[in-house]
């Protein structure tokens, strides 16, 4: 039940006017240029300790005093109250309540359903490759460049052989990354190997620039012997224990809650790295992201969530999704410093990245990056996209904002890159993939045994039944089988 006070006499209300308790905890506050201009939440130092209280009416309240301590330690939030909404008159009224004080106004006055101009978007590079003017750019090495470009250029390739693959009835499913390059390669360049990543199902790129083989890609699609997921997981469910990669997982947003936990766990074990999970602009509908938003926040979780805002979540548009300013302003809902960056411009996610990786293991804080771009290709081969977006609308996407085109024109201008190297990386990709295809295709498939293990160290008799019937099932239709799975 709230308590109501003309002129307050909370404990809180006490510490600040005689022992400046409020301004403890806005010491040593700071925040980052650019995300500060989306957010109005900063960090501070967690150095600030209470003093030493021996009044017994007061220290009654200790545990609620560590809790608001920790609550306000990286935050702006009281010293913002107190400025926009205190008054030095004593006789002001205003509602001490957990969290902050509230002033009170005799005027109605609801809060607008949305701000009168949009985020902007951050970005480096213009649809021509050519670096903005008065960018604020920390320029990457040619090494950490040419990676960049190369590995996009290899998920690109990679994307269209297995593809066609899928069309030709040599694997049962794919979905493609076209389009969402960028946001791919230059967030896992902006990583460390530590971090730990819980994609969706879009984000090879990231598995592939942290080592994964293109014979460990064609192995998983073609669920071979070979594959870590012993054949059991539809194609494009990738995962790498030793990339600290997990394992994509078919519903939508079920890795976000995940990731908050994984993070949470950092933080605890006092790791110098955090977790990184991606959802596309569909799965911000999902009551996983909202759980795992306001989960991260509360808990304080050195956690990035990356949201692939492409426009489509499969065929319904972002316009019938929500009625909010896309998915940035719903990390200030949560109290979470959010950015919208340009997707299809590398440099920039390359550089939002990093930032964001800077703040949430420094700060210990979760960040929330929405990346404006484009799903060229159908949502995956289970989809014809053309039924709902129009053909022009995927061709200027295709053409004039692709983002392997407009770093590549970067990387020439550098004097990074040239015709040769190109043709060279692209005959050399191809062959790999072919390579890795047929032998993949070739490679004997998991034992049928492997449907039942890893789960249970003895198993159970209903699963023991299960296999039973089966394999009765089997022997009695076995032209109903593939014959190339070992009994």
């Known amino acids: ?229 012993k054949g059991r997981q539809m194609p494009i469910h990738y995962g790498s224990k030793k990339l600290n990669y997990f394992t994509v997982s078919s519903p939508i947003a079920t890795q976000l809650p995940q990731a908050v936990g994984a993070a949470y766990s950092l933080k605890m074990d006092k790791k110098d790295a955090c977790v990184v999970t991606y959802i596309g602009d569909g799965g911000t509908s999902e009551g996983d992201f909202h759980a795992a938003l306001n989960f991260a926040a509360v808990m304080e979780a050195p956690v990035i969530f990356i949201c692939r805002n492409n426009g489509w979540a499969i065929s319904t548009h972002i316009t019938e999704q929500f009625r909010s300013d896309g998915i940035a302003v719903k990390g200030q809902a949560y109290g979470i410093q959010s950015i919208r960056v340009d997707g299809n411009d590398a440099l920039a996610v390359y550089r939002t990245i990093r930032a964001a990786r800077e703040i949430a293991i420094s700060e210990q804080r979760p960040i929330l990056v929405e990346a404006l771009t484009y799903r060229v290709g159908h949502h995956s081969t289970s989809d014809d996209s053309t039924k709902y977006r129009p053909a022009d609308e995927i061709e200027y996407w295709k053409m004039a904002r692709n983002p392997v085109n407009r770093f590549r024109k970067w990387v020439e201008r550098n004097g990074w890159w040239s015709e040769k190297e190109e043709s060279e990386l692209r005959s050399s990709i191809r062959k790999q993939l072919l390579q890795a295809i047929q032998v993949a295709e070739k490679t004997e498939k998991p034992a049928l045994g492997n449907l039942f293990s890893d789960v249970y160290d003895l198993p159970p008799s209903n699963l023991r039944e299960q296999e039973k019937q089966l394999r009765e099932t089997i022997n009695r239709h076995p032209q109903d089988y593939p014959s190339d799975v070992p009994m």
């Open 1 to 229: 039940m709230a308590i109501w006070f003309t002129r307050s006499r909370t404990i809180t209300y006490y510490l600040k006017r005689k022992m400046g308790f409020m301004g403890i905890l806005n010491q040593d506050s700071c925040s980052n240029s650019y995300f500060e201009s989306i957010s109005s939440s900063s960090s501070s130092s967690s150095s600030s300790r209470i003093p030493d209280v021996k009044n017994s009416s007061i220290s009654r309240y200790s545990s609620a005093f560590t809790f608001l301590v920790h609550r306000f330690k990286s935050t702006k939030t009281s010293g913002q109250l107190d400025q926009f909404y205190s008054s030095d008159d004593e006789n002001s009224q205003a509602l001490d309540f957990p969290g902050g004080k509230v002033a009170y106004i005799s005027e109605m006055r609801f809060i607008s359903e949305s701000n009168d101009k949009r985020i902007p978007c951050y970005r480096l590079l213009d649809d021509n490759g050519e670096l903005i003017e008065d960018s604020d750019i920390d320029q990457i090495s040619k090494e950490v460049a040419v990676k960049m470009y190369s590995e996009m250029v290899t998920l690109q390739m990679m994307d269209t052989i297995f593809y066609e693959a899928q069309r030709q009835g040599r694997i049962s499913f794919y979905v493609t990354s076209v389009g969402e390059e960028a946001t791919n390669i230059a967030s896992a360049a902006a990583l460390a190997a530590d971090d730990v990543v819980l994609p969706q199902y879009r984000e090879p790129g990231v598995l592939l620039w942290r080592g994964f083989t293109l014979e460990e890609f064609a192995n998983q699609c073609f669920g071979n012997k070979a594959d870590y997921g």
